[in-house]
Structure formats: C-alpha cells, structure tokens
C-alpha cells in the first residue's frame, strides 16, 4: 500500500473548510441549525467546519455505511440515527464525499419525511462523474476526479482516516 504526496494539502482543506464555514455562516444568519455530520468519514470535516460557523446550531451524528474496499455496494446501511427532533429545523447534512450520490440520496429522503424546515447538504469533495442519483450538493469543497482518496476522515478498510491531508490510495501491485 502505498500513500503518495498530498492530493489536497492541509492548508488547501482548512482554507476550503473556512471559506465554505463563512458561505454558510451568511446563509443562516438569524437562523438557528441542526448540523447532522455522516460518521464515521465526515468525522474531521465536520469538526473543523462547525467550529468555523458563526451561527448557533445544535449538532448531532448518524452512523452509515455502503462501502465495501474502494466499491460502493449501492445499498445504505444506517447503523445509528440521529436522536434530535427534525421537525421544523433547518438541518444541514455534512458528508465527506460523494460518489454515487446513492447514500446521500437515501438519508436525504429519510429526512426530508421527518419534516424540516429546509435541509441543505455540505459535502467537502464531490465524484461529479460518478454520479448516479440526481442530487443536489448545495456546498461542495472541491470537485475531484475519479480517484479513491483517503485521509482527513476517508478510509480503505477504516484506515488512513487519521491523515491530516488527503492522498490517492493507490494498492500495491
Ligand atoms: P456514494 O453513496 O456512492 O455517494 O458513496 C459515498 C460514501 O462512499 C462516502 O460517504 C464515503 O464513505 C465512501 N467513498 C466514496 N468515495 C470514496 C473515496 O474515494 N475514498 C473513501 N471513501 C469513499
């Protein structure tokens, strides 16, 4: 296994991750948030973008998963919900990647029918080529190719998530 040089280098992350905490900062201004980050990959993203946001938020987790190795198996499992009331809140769902859009797609639904007052979704990369639900990202950190990447949260096989930068997994041949 091999991990090369950054693909995204920590200053670029935390200079993304505060530009996109000041966008959403403004959007919500007067307005109250239910921060919900997808464990375990958004687990560094979420807390280096919460604590950049200026407006008050509860927070909360859910735990997912659907990948196997470096291949989503197109089936969400949830592992844990939530445990905050929905209704009526605005909720801005973290995620680290996405992909297919297939997760992000499932929970969107499960939570639009609890009701909120508006749901928008923060993911810092984006697969764009890969996409296979029709899903809108409303704030995206960087759009990337079709690589697997790890670091910063992202794993293969729950490693590499400790990595303070992003890199290319590439597996030894
Ligand atoms: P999707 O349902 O296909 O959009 O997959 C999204 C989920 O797959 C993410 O939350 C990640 O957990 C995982 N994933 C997708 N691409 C990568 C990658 O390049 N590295 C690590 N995990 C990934």
Redesign the pocket.
Known sequence: MVIGKPFLTVEQIQGKVKELANIISRDYEGKELLAVG?L???FMFFSDLVRNIRVPMHIDFLV????VK?Q?N?K?NLHADIRSTVQGRHVLLV????????????LRHMLLGRDPASLKICAL?D?KS????DIQIDYVGFE?PD????GYG???EDRYRNLPYISV?KEKT
């Not at 997912?64 to 990948?67: G, K, L, V």
């Open positions: 997808i375990k990959g958004a997912s998963s659907s990948y470096t989503s197109g969400v995620e680290d990647i996405v992909d297919t859009g297939l997760s992000l797609n499932y990369l697969k890969r996409r296979k639900a990337i690589r697997f990447v790890v992202l794993d293969f997994f």
